[in-house]
């Protein structure tokens, strides 16, 4: 071939069109490998467990931990971009749980390197306010009066189960009793129907005649000591009670200290019978053994009125605060029970 025959022959083959390859399986599963899965950790946010309303950017798996302190993981992997698939799409799966786009790879080149994605955190949750008027505060006050009383009166008749403390939302209310003249008339109600009867008993004239009083809070009150242990708020401690029962400082019921002095001029025998210890008989002026105390209050009282009977008196009358001080056997054949709702004693 001549030299001008083979530049011509160069010339024709340039301009001839290179058809275009299609990439191999290999190349393919090279850029494949090249999509670079990105998971970044946003900030923690010292949220309570709360689930938040999120709309995930386009080919973003997103997964939710609510711990105490949530952390936001956010996959990017070579996935089409499906625009309607997440367009108006709240994010409120289950803890764990991702939302799954469409699995069909995808070779955009855009995708295919390393990357940080960051998203502001959600704000955090408001406190809830609520707030009531004059007028309902009043309404709720009146209600829990109207409860609280309805709480004493089943306990002074005896219809309430056996009890340790006063509701928590009656300590008001016992304090507002205990402290008015609210309790101060029911003593005295109570006593003065009691010297009604005791005025109208038939005495035989031998010494046998006997009316029975339990001594705190039906001769004595203990009213300062509960006012400072929460009016019944707290469970009854012996040991604080015994160290205020020696000191003394108990007064006396006035209403209580009347009926006392007119059953003993009316020729009645009185018996003291109380549930403090022997250690105490200088201040209480009654007889009790040690092992005594271990009794239910009804149980022993019961047993000593059944003495008083025995020896051939007749219990006409019985006071007290408790109902343990009135019931059992050998009763009296009038009780009259004094408004005690500080506490209870089985």
Same mark, same amino acid.
């Given at each position: 071939?001549?030299?001008? &025959? ?8 340039? &301009? ?44 973003? =798996? ?39 786009? $469409? ?18 955190? +959600?704000?955090?949750?408001? +406190? ?23 709480? *004493?009166?089943? /306990? ?19 304090? $507002?009793?205990?402290?008015? *003249? ?19 008993? $038939? /005495?035989?004239? $031998?010494? &046998? ?9 039906? /001769? ?24 205020? =029962? ?14 006392? &002095? ?30 005594? *105390? ?31 001080? /009135? ?6 054949? *009038? ?12």
């Amino acid at each position: 071939m001549t030299q001008a &025959k083979w530049r011509t022959a160069m010339k024709r083959d340039e &301009k001839k069109p290179v058809a275009a390859q299609p990439p191999s399986e290999l190349q393919q599963q090279q850029q494949l490998a090249a999509a670079t899965t990105i998971t970044t950790e946003a900030q923690n946010i010292n949220y309570q467990q709360q689930q938040y309303t999120y709309n995930p950017p386009v080919g973003v =798996v997103l997964y939710y931990d609510y711990s105490v302190t949530s952390n936001y993981h956010y996959s990017s992997s070579s996935y089409p971009q499906q625009q309607q698939q997440y367009e108006g799409e709240e994010a409120t799966h289950p803890p764990g749980v991702p939302i799954q786009p $469409d699995p069909t790879p995808s070779l955009d080149p855009h995708l295919q390197q390393t990357q940080t994605l960051s998203y502001p955190a +959600p704000p955090p949750p408001q +406190p809830l306010i609520i707030q009531h008027t004059e007028a309902q505060l009043r309404e709720f006050d009146e209600e829990i009066k109207f409860q609280c009383t309805s709480w *004493r009166v089943s /306990l002074e008749a005896n219809n309430l189960s056996p009890w340790k403390t006063i509701p928590y939302e009656c300590k008001e209310y016992v304090k $507002d009793y205990m402290m008015g *003249r609210g309790y101060l008339h029911d003593l005295e109600r109570v006593n003065h129907e009691a010297g009604v009867y005791a005025k109208a008993v $038939d /005495l035989i004239g $031998d010494g &046998k005649d006997v009316w029975v009083f339990d001594i705190d809070e039906t /001769l004595l009150s203990n009213l300062p000591y509960y006012a400072h242990h929460g009016f019944g708020l707290e469970v009854f401690d012996h040991v604080a009670f015994d160290k205020w =029962v020696e000191a003394g400082m108990a007064s006396a019921l006035e209403s209580s200290l009347k009926l006392y &002095k007119k059953v003993l001029d009316l020729g009645f025998k009185v018996v003291l019978l109380t549930g403090r210890t022997e250690q105490h008989r200088s201040v209480t002026v009654e007889n009790l053994t040690s092992e005594d *105390r271990t009794k239910m209050a009804t149980i022993f009282k019961s047993e000593k009125r059944n003495e008083i009977v025995k020896e051939g008196y007749r219990i006409h009358g019985n006071s007290g605060d408790q109902w343990s001080d /009135l019931l059992g056997f050998a009763m009296s054949i *009038r009780s009259f029970k004094l408004p005690n709702p500080m506490y209870y004693i089985p």
